[in-house]
T-cell receptor, first 116, second 116 residues
Framework: AQKITQTQPGMFVQEKEAVTLDCTYDTSDPSYGLFWYKQPSSGEMIFLIYQGSYDQQNATEGRYSLNFQKARKSANLVISASQLGDSAMYFCAMRESSGGSYIPTFGRGTSLIVHP | DSGVTQTPKHLITATGQRVTLRCSPRSGDLSVYWYQQSLDQGLQFLIQYYNGEERAKGNILERFSAQQFPDLHSELNLSSLELGDSALYFC???????????????FGEGSRLTVL
């Protein structure tokens, strides 16, 4: 079964508008972490934001915020005031603590295109 | 620039051949992860090393092997290559298991392998 599900293969947004990228996850581990990474066309993976399962507040990093709804097992990424440079693939990932190895598992990604 | 260096950036080879991908982690990072990114499988975790020792294993084929050397650089060896092994291979590093716990994985730019 998929542990991380990103249902939006592609998203389009107008420059300066906000956009939400969806991510749902599945785990029975009470201690887990959720991350978002950005992969521009150049290929490198860039860490954006982290949310721990015990964190009470939603994580924020500049224009990125993570809308964490624990009961729904969702961890959506919100990008405010989109910029052309935000056009990229975005991956949601989850880290479980089983075996003490803390290996992130990635979703299939969402392609975001920002229009001028 | 993440500080993680991968070589070669591009590699074209034939089926049945063997290749070695090299990764130099960020200075001081003890943990190295290898991921395979293909169009149909997304980003798949292969193997993790921590301070020279194998720490976790993912969906790594028996034809593939890896090691981490005393200077902390790592190599991923792919043998008896098949067409389906064509993919982008990422190396990532983290300062410690605790830092990786919060998603602080720093990815290299990847090695793109094409098997003809």
């Amino acid at each position: 079964a998929q542990k991380i599900t990103q249902t939006q293969p592609g998203m389009f947004v107008q420059e300066k508008e906000a956009v939400t990228l969806d991510c749902t996850y599945d785990t029975s581990d009470p201690s887990y972490g959720l991350f978002w990474y950005k992969q521009p066309s150049s290929g490198e993976m860039i860490f954006l934001i982290y949310q721990g399962s015990y964190d009470q507040q939603n994580a924020t990093e500049g224009r990125y915020s993570l809308n964490f709804q624990k009961a729904r097992k969702s961890a959506n990424l919100v990008i405010s005031a989109s910029q052309l440079g935000d056009s990229a693939m975005y991956f949601c990932a989850m880290r479980e603590s089983s075996g003490g190895s803390y290996i992130p598992t990635f979703g299939r990604g969402t392609s975001l295109i920002v229009h001028p | 620039d993440s500080g993680v260096t991968q070589t070669p950036k591009h590699l074209i080879t034939a089926t049945g051949q063997r290749v070695t991908l090299r990764c130099s982690p960020r200075s001081g990072d003890l943990s190295v992860y290898w991921y395979q990114q293909s169009l149909d499988q997304g980003l798949q975790f292969l193997i993790q090393y921590y301070n020279g020792e194998e720490r976790a294993k993912g969906n790594i084929l028996e034809r593939f092997s890896a090691q981490q050397f005393p200077d902390l650089h790592s190599e991923l060896n792919l043998s008896s290559l098949e067409l389906g092994d064509s993919a982008l291979y990422f190396c990532a590093s983290s300062a410690s298991l605790a830092r990786a716990n919060t998603g602080e994985l720093f990815f290299g730019e990847g090695s793109r392998l094409t098997v003809l």
